[in-house]
């Protein structure tokens, strides 16, 4: 069996991994690497192999950074299935529609400023996307389901978003078994909706996330209380909460929290508006998928409490009322997206807010590196947005208990359940470098051996 890393691999965006066994060649995620525009189209655009050779997808979960690039695989000749859960297929709806609208106006972009040569056509379009959902199956967790000659595969709950895997592969070559464990993305222990990440047993080549390799996070418990001193520290100031979150999966944990803050009657009157039209889609299905709630969740909506939609709260689809939410006077909270403001109308909100010292940007999410979130986070006293200078004057809470993906504890613990005896390599992969080393210090200072934190289109051979 040889393994390749052809995304995410030291750095966090882009997840592809290709595996090939048994004259099959099988997919971990097809996902965007995002980055600079121009580069990103670039690197996007052509696979490192023929798509038409691959025999199948295994989808981790719905994140574009896992998921976005399968409209473009489809578009480039791949008519095999995509297999993943069932709620990450119905998120997959909602998020590859979005990302082809996006595409079709980032092309826009460039091609505005593409000085010879005839115009970029999109990395693809919502007619890509109606052939890619045509090629999902959707896979219950914990049932073992046959993709190829000798190779079964088996969703195992995360714990990150909603409908989100690990996915461990059990692999038959020459008569003898390997077990290969991708974890995708991993959540956290008492994260708010989902259940917890369920552990792996003991594969023998393992393919770990180590976004956070290197940093332990406030424990989940905290969650409440942090949120709920920054949202009355604002409002004490007659100010507004500006929160960029993912549409998908961030929004609603947000939510979430806040419903329990005014059920719990520690916060009142505060107006609280989601405005993503994204979102109130995503929404819809995690009401579709109540198999993937734990027990608090369940117990909510057993009594008739609606966790995701509650008096104070307001989604935002239309632009005119989104534009309404600038002139309103008073404290409120904001919710938008894109997550690290790299577009998106959290970026009007911003404009809109950040030099008014009343106001907080509260950041409850990762920001990658060249991001407009990651000025914020590192406090810039003056950010760009739509080419003007502003100055950042509004507070900046960070709150990492908001985090889906484990802390370095939480990855060792993970992996530290694990037999060393029997884990033959252990990759490191979805990390910036000096997280990902962190994450093999860690780990070998456990005992554990043979950590590599492959490059891009390194390679790696596993025997029996
Ligand atoms: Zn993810």
């Not at 990103?40 to 192999?49: D, M, W």
């Not at 695989?73 to 990450?88: E, H």
């Not at 409002?235 to 549409?247: H, L, Y």
């Amino acid at each position: 069996m040889i393994v390749q890393f052809l995304g995410a691999a030291q750095t966090v965006t882009g997840s592809m991994h290709l595996v090939s066994v048994n004259g099959s060649r099988i997919l971990l995620d097809c996902g965007l690497f995002q980055g600079r525009r121009a580069e990103s189209y670039e690197r996007n655009r052509t696979f490192p192999f023929d798509p038409s050779k691959i025999n199948a997808v295994i989808l981790s979960h719905a994140h574009i950074d896992h998921a976005g690039n399968l409209p473009n695989l489809v578009k480039s000749g791949f008519t095999g299935p995509i297999y993943s859960t069932g709620a990450t297929r119905d998120l997959c709806q909602v998020m590859l529609y979005d990302s082809a609208y996006l595409q079709e106006r980032d092309i826009e972009f460039l091609n505005k400023r593409r000085k010879d040569g005839p115009p970029a056509e999109p990395l693809y379009t919502s007619a890509d996307v109606d052939n890619t959902i045509g090629q999902f199956v959707g896979v219950p967790y914990r049932k073992s389901f046959t993709v190829a000659d000798g190779v079964s595969v088996k969703f195992l709950d995360a714990g990150h978003i909603l409908g989100s895997a690990s996915v461990l592969l059990e692999i038959k070559e020459n008569r003898n078994v390997l077990t290969l464990g991708f974890t995708g993305d991993l959540g956290r222990k008492d994260m708010p909706i989902l259940k917890d990440p369920e552990p792996m047993g003991s594969p023998d080549i393992l393919i770990s996330e180590s976004t956070y390799g290197g940093r332990i996070h406030e424990p989940v418990a905290d969650m409440g209380k942090s949120l709920l001193s920054a949202v009355r520290r604002t409002m004490d100031r007659g100010g507004k909460v500006i929160i960029p979150a993912f549409s998908v999966g961030r929004t609603q944990e947000v939510v979430y929290a806040l419903f329990k803050l005014f059920d719990d009657e520690q916060l009142s009157s505060i107006p609280v508006f989601v405005d993503s039209p994204l979102a109130v889609h995503a929404t819809d299905v995690f009401r579709m998928h109540p198999e993937c709630f734990d027990g608090e969740t369940l117990r909510y909506l057993h009594n008739d409490s609606d966790p995701f939609g509650f008096g104070r709260l307001t989604y935002i689809r239309s632009v005119e009322a989104s534009k309404q939410l600038n002139e309103r006077k008073g404290p409120c909270v904001i919710i938008a997206a894109s997550g690290m403001c790299e577009g998106g109308r959290i970026l009007h909100h911003l404009a809109n807010n950040v030099e008014d010292p009343r106001n907080t940007v509260l950041i409850v999410g990762f920001m990658a590196e060249h991001t407009l979130g990651r000025r914020i986070v590192e406090r810039q006293p003056e950010i760009r947005i739509f080419g003007e200078v502003f100055r950042l004057n509004a507070e900046v809470v960070v709150l990492n208990s908001f985090s889906a993906h484990a802390g370095q504890d939480e990855l060792a613990g993970f992996i530290g359940a694990m037999d060393k005896k029997k884990l033959k390599q252990i990759h490191l992969v979805h990390g910036e470098p000096a997280q990902a080393e962190a994450l093999r210090t860690k780990l070998k200072e456990a005992g554990f051996r043979d950590l590599f934190i492959p490059a891009r289109g390194e390679k790696a051979e596993v025997r029996p």
